[in-house]
Structures are given as structure tokens and as C-alpha cells.
T-cell receptor, first 113, second 116 residues
């Protein structure tokens, strides 16, 4: 079965510090990996995706993610957190077969001023 | 501006009533999706459609129905058979047909349904 895990329900970080939101996946084929952000009572906004190529992917609002095939991970990172980064973050995976996206349960990020 | 419009934003219904949630997109996307979001459970797929007049069940289709008569519209009906319908419902669309694997989902701003 295909699955995505976000092991931390909540991450707190001080403003200006680097942040990491973790994601691991379990799929039977080659994955396409995505990160989304959700603000309260809104839909999800696309941040970045990994298809193939460089393991470090750069996305919107200064976010980046590192793909690690051996650890089956795709952690979201930002060098310096902003209070406005506080939101709910979702990792998602899509296989190169089929049309479904599988989402993690989300990680709530709080950036403390 | 192109985007996905979900209406209404908030919806209240009595138990036993069917209710239809609207989703319209002007992105000219081929594929459309309905997800349900509950606290701590992430997003769960209800139905998706790759082309007009065709749709497939997702992981939690029981108690829901959809139609895809037009490319830009994908309404979701929550029937009285859905045991726990109170949730936040998200519609999404995606560019391209099956082979366009790297195109991301684009989401609407959701409809919060409360059934009492």
C-alpha cells in the first residue's frame, strides 16, 4: 500500500531559526513528491515538487525540500523562519502510474516571535 | 484570475437531507478531485474525474455522488447515507491527462459542511 507519513503533528520554531518539517513515504514505484501549505479555513497552496534530477528542490516563499531516496524522505526546509510561515503543511505523493495523490496527516508549524 | 471556486463557504443542513457542494474551475484543467479533510486525518479522496462524463471512486466514496457534465464543473452531493458528513470539503483540479504526472493539484478554498 502507498502511504505518506508526517511523524510530527506539531513543530515549533523561533523566528529567524531554520525550520524542518519531516515527510517519509512508502511507495512501490517511482514517486512524485509535493509539499502544500494550508492557512486556516483555506484550501491548500502548492509549494514545491520533486520529479527527478537534483535532490534539493527550491519552491515558493523561500522553502526548499531535500529528497533522499535511501531514506525515502522528502523533508521541507527553510533557512530562516518567519511568523507568517505559521500554518499547516502537507506532504503528498503521486506514483507514475495511476491518478491518485496520497497525503500525509499534516504538520502544524508555529513560528514564535 | 484563473482559479477554483467552491460555494458556499459554509453550509448547514439537517440530518437526513441531501446537499450539493459546488466546484467550478476556469483553469481549463482536465482532472478534478474531491477531498474530505478532518482534523488529524489529512486529506482523503472521495471521487476524481479525468475527463467529462467519467469519474472514479476514491477511498471514501460511500454516501457521496458526483457528476462531470462539463469540463469546468464537478459538483459533489453528500447524501443521507453518509454517516458522518460534517467536515471540510476541498475541490481540486490538475492540468493534463494521465501522462502529465508532475502537474500539481490546485485547490479551492473549501466548503465547511455542518450537519445537525
Amino acid at each position: 500500500a502507498q502511504s505518506v507519513a508526517q511523524p510530527e503533528d506539531q513543530v515549533n520554531v523561533a523566528e529567524g531559526n531554520p525550520l524542518t518539517v519531516k515527510c517519509t513515504y512508502s511507495v512501490s514505484g517511482n514517486p512524485y513528491l509535493f509539499w502544500y501549505v494550508q492557512y486556516p479555513n483555506r484550501g491548500l497552496q502548492f509549494l514545491l515538487k520533486y520529479i527527478t534530477g537534483d535532490n534539493l528542490v527550491k519552491g515558493s516563499y523561500g522553502f526548499e525540500a531535500e529528497f533522499n531516496k535511501s531514506q525515502t524522505s522528502f523533508h521541507l526546509k527553510k533557512p530562516s523562519a518567519l511568523v507568517s510561515d505559521s500554518a499547516l503543511y502537507f506532504c503528498a505523493v503521486r506514483l507514475n502510474t495511476g491518478n491518485q495523490f496520497y497525503f500525509g496527516t499534516g504538520t502544524s508549524l508555529t513560528v514564535i516571535p | 484570475d484563473g482559479g477554483i471556486t467552491q460555494s458556499p463557504k459554509y453550509l448547514f443542513r439537517k440530518e437526513g437531507q441531501n446537499v450539493t457542494l459546488s466546484c467550478e474551475q476556469n483553469l481549463n484543467h482536465d482532472a478534478m478531485y474531491w477531498y474530505r479533510q478532518d482534523p488529524g486525518q489529512g486529506l482523503r479522496l472521495i471521487y476524481y474525474s479525468q475527463i467529462v462524463n467519467d469519474f472514479q471512486k476514491g477511498d471514501i466514496a460511500e454516501g457521496y455522488s458526483v457528476s462531470r457534465e462539463k469540463k469546468e464543473s464537478f459538483p459533489l452531493t453528500v447524501t443521507s447515507a453518509q454517516k458522518n458528513p460534517t467536515a471540510f470539503y476541498l475541490c481540486a483540479s490538475r492540468q493534463g491527462a494521465s501522462l502529465n504526472y508532475n502537474s500539481p493539484l490546485h485547490f479551492g478554498n473549501g466548503t465547511r459542511l455542518t450537519v445537525t
